[in-house]
């Protein structure tokens, strides 16, 4: 029995036991299996901090490939071998999944998909700010801005200064009448 065979009798059995897994497994219809060049993997929960299994997915069409029962590197490296057409592993970070397609598909090259990267540079960014924590001024407000400006701001000679014009001399006439 191969991993995905076990795996696939087991999710079935276990996928009934909450509300949000009303379909059984076995009611899916097989897939069709073609050659996948570019394979991803990726853990899921079966039971949210206790199970997980590990799901394949052909990146050209998006959808899944087969399901394991687990997500141990021996039977990632099993099913790889069984699949000799994977020229691309995109994973996550897992350490398992790393050396489980450093053994079944060495010929294979391992690379990140964007979510997963983006986490690893968020993830730097996090760590070299918090070593330069120390370094970082506070930032400025809007009133430390204005205050910078008005003391940069030359003063405007009296020449320079806006001439009163018509309407400003009748809109003073008028708030003086009121």
Not at 67 to 75: E, I, K, S
Request: include cysteine; hydrophobic fraction near 35%.
């Amino acid at each position: 029995m191969t991993p995905s065979t076990r795996s696939f009798t087991t999710l079935q059995s276990r996928s009934t036991d909450g509300p949000h897994r009303q379909v059984e497994m076995g009611s899916l219809p097989e897939p069709q299996l073609r050659p996948v060049p570019c394979l991803g993997v990726d853990e899921f929960a079966v039971r949210r901090g206790r199970t997980y299994a590990t799901i394949f997915i052909d990146m050209n069409s998006h959808r899944p490939v087969d399901v394991l029962v687990d997500r141990a590197a021996h039977n990632l490296a099993a099913w790889l071998r069984d699949h000799l057409e994977v020229r691309t592993v995109c994973r996550d970070r897992a350490g398992s999944f790393r050396d489980g397609a450093c053994a079944g598909a060495p010929q294979a090259q391992q690379v990140a998909d964007a979510r997963h990267l983006l986490h690893n540079l968020a993830e730097a960014v996090e760590r070299i700010v918090g070593r330069h924590r120390a370094d970082l001024r506070e930032p400025l407000t809007m009133t430390d801005t204005l205050k910078a400006y008005v003391m940069r701001a030359p003063a405007r000679p009296a020449s320079a200064r806006p001439t009163e014009t018509s309407v400003d001399r009748s809109r003073t006439v008028r708030r003086s009448n009121r």
